[in-house]
T-cell receptor
Framework: NAGVTQTPKFRILKIGQSMTLQCTQD?????MYWYRQDPGMGLKLIYY???????DKGEVPNGYNVSRSTTEDFPLRLELAAPSQTSVYFC?????????FGEGSRLTVL | KNEVEQSPQNLTAQEGEFITINCSYS?????LHWLQQHPGGGIVSLFM???GKKKHGRLIATINIQEKHSSLHITASHPRDSAVYIC???????????FGEGTQLTVNP
């Protein structure tokens, strides 16, 4: 199993650009999450999904959108990128409470 | 006050020392998670526990539900244990976790 795979690992965006962070997992987990990690801060939940077709907002959803058309994929879309979205983004899945993380995507908005 | 507080924020140890990282939380929980984040960013789940103690190799995690406190111990620490250790607890509303800010551990040879 590849586990949780995120792409890209690094990206630089200009203010106002849009992009999609891809996340896929091959463990057939229903629960998936997107977090952002800012320096010196704990992980903050952006969006989560409890299964295909179901998504819900987390703590910091503004400026982001998600979709969950399949169990495997949970992409995160940034519309109109802003400097405040400069962060490291982690996708995760869980099964029976145990967490599995992707390797992270470092995004810089200039 | 944060719902999840870790201490210390930073910890430097010599190889071979016994390490303790603490986590206190204010919400009621069903289980607590300990995670490890290595330089370069990858996050790995170490433990999920709801009572008592769990051991994996040189790592031991304990939890006291009544006192809302958990500890992560590392015996015979090694430079490869250098990482950020993160405590996380679920909110009462199910699958959403609240994360501590992490403890940066550096083990010197």
């Amino acid at each position: 199993n590849a586990g949780v795979t995120q792409t890209p690992k690094f990206r630089i965006l200009k203010i106002g650009q849009s992009m999609t962070l891809q996340c896929t997992q091959d463990m057939n987990h229903n629960y998936m999450y997107w977090y952002r990690q800012d320096p010196g801060m704990g992980l903050k939940l952006i969006y989560y999904s409890v299964g295909a077709g179901i998504t819900d907002k987390g703590e910091v959803p503004n400026g982001y959108n998600v979709s969950r058309s399949t169990t495997e994929d949970f992409p995160l879309r940034l519309e109109l990128a802003a400097p405040s979205q400069t962060s490291v983004y982690f996708c995760a899945s869980s099964y029976r409470g145990e967490l599995f993380f992707g390797e992270g995507s470092r995004l810089t908005v200039l | 006050k944060n719902e999840v507080e870790q201490s210390p924020q930073n910890l430097t140890a010599q190889e071979g020392e016994f390490i303790t990282i603490n986590c206190s939380y204010s919400v009621g929980i069903s289980a607590l998670h300990w995670l490890q984040q290595h330089p370069g960013g990858g996050i790995v789940s170490l433990f999920m526990l709801s009572s008592g103690k769990k051991k994996h190799g040189r790592l031991i995690a304990t939890i006291n539900i009544q006192e809302k406190h958990s500890s992560l111990h590392i015996t015979a620490s090694h430079p490869r244990d250098s990482a950020v250790y993160i405590c996380a607890v679920p909110k009462a509303s199910g699958s959403r976790l609240t994360f501590g800010e992490g403890t940066q551990l550096t083990v010197n040879p």
